[in-house]
């Protein structure tokens, strides 16, 4: 029995009893003692085990708001249980409950890297590198020491436990023995398996269809317009707006930079509850003179607060600044998302007008050459052929600029969205932008001049508890040569405004600065809700505008179309007739598309309003 664990002797003292023992009915054995003790921890762990790794994912996504970057951490997990069992394995040490309690406390330290290596990725992807290998290299170097570090200081903390052969080692050695095998494989793998799962799951949208990169030595508007036409060719396919609008917000260097500012902002929040330097003082005065007529050496030391009051309001109005500076934030990030829209469907209806000028050329280029070749024939006159050539030639310039158009606003959404790569953009079936329900009251504008009114009210308060008496304390020490014993005191003291016009002067500005702080924010809601109700009356004209091409411009278009070109192959309308009917039909499709483009913007700015 020496040398085993405490299960498997009983497993085999079972067997032995259930062979060779046959109890009489009524009687049974049960096994108590350790044996009981440790039935009854297994059902324990066999709880906490679970809970723990629940536990551990639910705070990974709380820290990282993504289920996809908590899973990538979340695989350290299982990288760490290999090296725990395995050196259990080596050392031939049984799995017991204190190995059990060990992996829970190895699941803890093992997620410690992957979110060391996981959030230094992150922010390197705002530094513009060419790739994503090279990235993971340099985030990978950049934090192998601090990988490292962690890992090695918790096993070495656990390995004189490891190596213990003093009374209770059999408790302490499997348990430190899970956690150093553990963190060993876990560093290892985590140095390599974490990057890998990171390249995989953030490979940008347009990799597949953006291959390498073109030579320095072309110009921007080559690539770019190389990159277009590649995605032209592909339906409904490459970045959605959904995907493009994070984009843009996360690199968007001025919104780095209003990040920064609401961080350097909260952080402020603070600094309300600093006090005065404290005064350390050392003091011999002759005039200070004890019973023995010998100067007394005073030790005293002296701290000045202020009313407490007046941290208090100092907080509230650090508080305040920070909600206006993060409303301040939501008004760039909803400017952005609304830039973005914008150019988003502009490209959408520039990239409909282009096919609409690109059918037309094709039609005007083979009329041209059948008008040419019925003026060789004889068939028509040099009128007919010259100006059909005319007009083949303008809806060719017409034409190009159309795709001129399609790479000026596509240029646009690429700066807006601030990436150096060339982005394949989807191409919706539907045109029309959608409107959302609009709560102005909950707008970014109207949250910032509440917080303003906010800060004006916090600030009259913080100026109105100025007032209020500072607090001085002192205690102090005297020691002198000639006497056997040390004298000590202390002085409480107040600091009372007397004169106080100044402060006043600044309470009654703070006054008229909150007066004006809210009659800004009325007069800038009232404002806000005359332009919704104009916008709203102007996108429903716009509507009523759609509803006549959507319902019966499209149809008549398509109709004259058709009409036309079967009467001028039976030669029942005359060769003017035909241009006429064209130019007709199509004058209604690129009217419809000016329309929608009209209407898609006034539902952006509804969207997005502000003033």
Not at 304 to 324: H, L
Not at 468 to 479: A, E, W
Not at 549 to 563: F, V
Not at 579 to 593: G, H, M, V
């Amino acid at each position: 029995m020496r040398n085993r664990d405490l299960q498997s002797v009983v497993d085999d003292v079972q067997k032995l009893i259930n062979n060779n023992i046959h109890l009489p009915v009524g009687y049974s054995i049960t096994y108590g003692g350790q044996f009981e003790n440790l039935q009854s921890a297994k059902a324990r762990l066999m709880v906490a085990v679970p809970i723990s790794l629940i536990l551990i994912f639910v705070l990974l996504y709380f820290a990282f708001k993504s289920v996809k970057e908590a899973l990538i951490i979340y695989s350290a997990i299982p990288l760490a249980a290999v090296g725990g069992v395995l050196l259990l394995w080596l050392r031939d040490l049984p799995f017991s409950i204190s190995a059990g309690v060990g992996f829970i406390a190895l699941f803890g330290i093992a997620v410690l890297n992957g979110i060391v290596l996981i959030e230094h990725f992150k922010e390197l992807k705002n530094h513009g590198f060419e790739s994503m290998e090279a990235l993971i290299k340099q985030g990978t170097k950049d934090r192998l020491r601090a990988v490292l570090l962690t890992a090695s200081a918790a096993a070495l903390g656990f390995l004189p436990m490891a190596i213990s052969t003093n009374a209770g080692a059999e408790v302490q050695r499997p348990l430190a023995t899970v956690v150093i095998g553990g963190l060993v494989t876990a560093t290892l793998l985590t140095l390599v398996v974490l990057p890998v799962l990171y390249a995989l799951f953030n490979r940008p949208y347009n990799s597949k269809r953006i291959r390498g990169r073109v030579s320095s030595k072309k110009t921007l508007g080559l690539v770019l317009l190389l990159a277009s036409f590649s995605v032209f060719g592909q339906q409904r396919s490459g970045a959605k707006l959904k995907d493009l609008i994070p984009m843009a917000i996360e690199n968007n260097a001025g919104l780095e930079a209003g990040r920064l500012q609401v961080k350097q902002s909260d952080a402020l929040i603070g600094t309300a509850f600093s006090f005065d330097k404290t005064h350390v003082y050392y003091e011999f005065d002759e005039n200070n003179l004890a019973e023995n007529n010998t100067p007394l050496r005073v030790f005293g030391i002296q701290q000045d607060f202020k009313f407490p009051m007046v941290y208090f309001s100092e907080r509230d109005v650090n508080q305040a600044r920070y909600g206006m500076v993060s409303s301040s934030y939501n008004i760039q990030k909803k400017g952005i998302a609304r830039q973005v829209t914008a150019a988003y469907y502009a490209y959408q209806i520039a990239r409909k007008k282009e096919s609409v000028y690109k059918r037309l050329d094709s039609l005007y280029t083979n009329f041209a050459k059948v008008a040419a070749r019925r003026f060789e024939l004889g068939e028509t006159n040099y009128l007919e052929k010259i100006t059909a050539a005319s007009k083949q030639k303008q809806i060719s310039l017409k034409y190009s600029e159309a795709q001129k158009e399609v790479l000026l606003v596509y240029n646009s959404l690429i700066k807006i969205i601030q990436v150096d790569e060339p982005i394949s953009i989807a191409v919706e079936s539907s045109l029309k932008a959608v409107l959302n329900t609009l709560d102005i009251n909950g707008s970014a504008e109207i949250a910032y001049y509440k917080n303003k009114v906010a800060l004006s009210e916090a600030e009259r308060r913080f100026e109105n508890h100025k007032l209020l008496p500072d607090i001085s304390l002192n205690y102090f020490q005297g020691t002198n040569p000639g006497l056997g014993a040390s004298l000590s005191g202390y002085q409480f003291g107040l600091k009372i405004p007397i004169f106080f016009n100044g402060q006043a002067a600044r309470i009654k500005a703070a006054g008229f600065a909150e007066e004006a702080a809210v009659s800004e924010s009325k007069a800038f809601e009232i404002q806000l809700n005359e332009k919704h109700n104009a916008l709203k009356i102007r996108l429903s004209q716009l509507q009523e505008a759609l509803n006549y091409y959507e319902n019966e411009g499209d149809k008549l278009s398509e109709e004259i179309l058709k009409t036309a070109h079967g009467s001028f192959r039976n030669g029942e309308i005359d060769f003017y007739q035909y241009i006429q009917s064209l130019e007709s039909a199509y004058e209604i499709k690129l009217s419809y598309l000016d329309k929608l483009n009209t209407y898609n913007q006034t539902i952006i700015t509804i969207n997005y309003l502000t003033l």
